[in-house]
């Protein structure tokens, strides 16, 4: 049993505010089933003030999305000299950056969708590129703001340049890749099982689909070719090393087999802050490999450091 005294840090200020609730009340309870003395820190403004005074051992990192997962919290730890879960400063915002993000994976050969970085009020009077495209926030998560733009639409999204986007001006248009939802996980150095998602009555993998009960499927191992598959766990191996990332992330890619069983395969993201819930794609993934959920977030605690 450890004596380690571990804050978990949740909830804080971003739309994904209440996603890391879940994954961070989650944890602590898995924490503290795993005897480690655990305090649930709701993170807000004075966030640096509370952790000088708790003098925790180790940051258990539960949030999600700006703030929790773009270097900034990482930042704040780094400089009080907390040892923290999951990725460093540069790697979290480079990875929250999903236009930077993409130049990197391009460049150590992963294979991406065509995309251009905009400001969203440029996009208004004509379509960015050729129907279909996806239009996304620059700095998002779980799917907020995302918005396909279909191939007969005549004009693009209107909802993009209106007063109702909260999400910064910075969009990245991407063109729409037909197939199927993969995800893999990394686990230190090693990639875990390859899921694929099927959402249940939603025409993407959105916030509904992936939080709502009942809202997506999740089949592990995905039923695909074993090159496919073994391809997917080197590519997302791949880009937790080529982004700089630490502790567990998930690389989401798009897969088209449409007309040949190799198909294609495009890489979308990687999340360095994926959900911790047990039925969340990274711990079911930690299952299947041998890993209950309890073992998986004491390796986590176990693995933190400052200087990620």
Known sequence: MSGKHVAVLMGGLSSERPVSLSSGNACADALEGEGYRVTRVDVGRDIATVLTDLRPDVAFNALHGPFGEDGTIQGILEYLQIPYTHSGVLASALAMDK???KRVAQSVGIPVAEAKAMNRFDISS????APPYVVKPVREGSSFGVVIVQENQPHPPQVIG????????HVLVERYVYGRELTCGVMGDVALGVTEILPVSHAFYDYDAKYAEGGSKHIIPAQISPNVYQKIQT???????AMGCRGVS?????YDDRFSEDG??????IN????MTPTSLVPEMAAHAGHSFGELVRWMVEDATCLR
């Open 162 to 169: 209106s007063s109702e986007w909260r999400y910064g001006d």
């Open 126 to 129: 004509a379509h960015p590129m």
């Open 272 to 275: 360095t802050q994926p959900g």
């Open 99 to 101: 236009h930077q993000a």
């Open 264 to 269: 294609e395969i495009i890489w979308l993201e």
């Open 235 to 241: 590519l997302a191996l791949k880009a937790h090393q």
């Open 250 to 254: 998930r690389s989401d890619f798009r």
